[in-house]
């Protein structure tokens, strides 16, 4: 088995912490969110996943709503120059009267 197939890489993987005197501890096993049994992390399985499969997806969706408020952003400008057009044209108009 690769040494990317260890559990310990797998999405599923959920390991154990014991408390220490200052911060908790992670153990060498876990549990297993598909199979609901204590592995090892150092072992593997058919089920394995790769746990940064939702961290693209995440990445995906922060682009997506950058990228649509960037073009609201932008409709918004447009609005206010277009607004802006319209006033410096009646001013204008004021003016030469």
């Known amino acids: 088995m690769s040494e990317n197939h260890y559990c ?3 999405r599923f993987y959920k390991p154990y912490y014991i408390k ?3 911060q908790f501890d992670r153990l060498d096993c876990g ?3 598909r199979t609901k049994e204590n592995v090892e992390k150092h072992k593997g399985c058919e089920y394995f996943s790769y ?3 939702a961290r693209m997806s995440r990445k995906e969706a922060a682009l997506a709503a950058i990228t ?3 073009n609201v952003l932008s ?3 447009q609005i206010l120059e277009e607004d802006d ?3 410096m044209e ?3 108009i004021r003016m030469k009267q």
């Open 75 to 77: 409709e918004i400008k």
């Open 51 to 53: 746990k940064y499969y």
């Open 20 to 22: 220490g005197y200052k």
């Open 68 to 70: 649509e408020n960037v």
């Open 85 to 87: 057009e319209d006033a």
């Open 90 to 92: 009646e001013f204008l």
């Open 8 to 10: 310990y890489n797998c």
């Open 31 to 33: 549990i297993c969110g």
